[in-house]
């Protein structure tokens, strides 16, 4: 990466924290745990990272996560992603968590939001970092586990920045959630959903008009529909755009016919991210250096950068510090 680049204040602001786990921590974690992994060794872990499509991916994300089960567990995977943060100028990370995949490996919301909550006051002290946890529904989990999730998560909501909605996404439109959205937005809690990810524009339509997001996740199917990519630039909705995650999970053939460039180019607010950096191949300067090689100039970048500024949730002291 251009040290320009490194140096210039950046957010992340899709960042699944689960999707951070290197195959050399699940391994030290599923020895502290005494869990096993199924999988020989780092090397064996390695080999299945060959994606073909989300679900695939998925697969072994969701199975991996049966190594993190204390509070320390969690504390120590987000103080890893930090460091490597720091070291890439993120200074403010909106991070992603899911509670509906621990809770079902016997972890309680508690010990997944007391681990991670943790790490930011650290991460806080250590590296100025500021930032907070959105909450994510897995929405091929029945809904009313989803709405269970929101009531448990309602007498901590003051703690943490918003909900959003991952996994499996053909199939479980936004629709399905319309009243999870409603009772978070009631709570006072920000809204993001992935959204045209896999699936058509009819899912970011979904996302914003049933569920009031102020951001969609990926986002990059909007490219098909141009009064939607008007729509997004006109009301200035952001999109976190995940270059890398893309292209290993084949929702796109490779960078160069990536829709970012259509997408910046028709005006909307576009972010670059790394979602599940331990599984595709980058952190979030690996993401900004693949797009200069794919012919985004540093001028373009910078202004990636300051969007993912002006897109986060931070407020507006701290937006103007970082800016
Ligand atoms: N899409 C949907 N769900 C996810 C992803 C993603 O890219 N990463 C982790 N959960
Ligand atoms: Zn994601």
Redesign the pocket.
Known sequence: MHPDLRSLPKAEL?L?I??TLEPELAFALAERGGIRLPFADIADLRRHYDFTD?QS??DL?YSCMAVLRTEQDFTDLALAYFERADADGIRHVEM?C?PQVHESNGVTLDTVLDGLLAAFRIASERWGITGGLIV?I??DEPVASAAALIEELAPRAGEVLGIGL????VGYPPSLFTEVFARARELGLHRVA?AG??APPAYIWEALRLLDVERV??GIRAVDEPELVRHLAERRVPLTV?PL?NVR?RAVADLSSHPIRALVDAGVVVTVNS??PA?FGGYIADNYAALAAAGFTLDELADLAANSIDASFADEARKTELR
Not at 166 to 169: H, N, T
């Open positions: 899709h699944h689960e999707g989300l991916f998925l994300y992603f899911d994510c897995v929405r991952d996994s499996a996404e992935h990810e896999e996740d990926h995940c995650s999970l979602d599940d599984y």
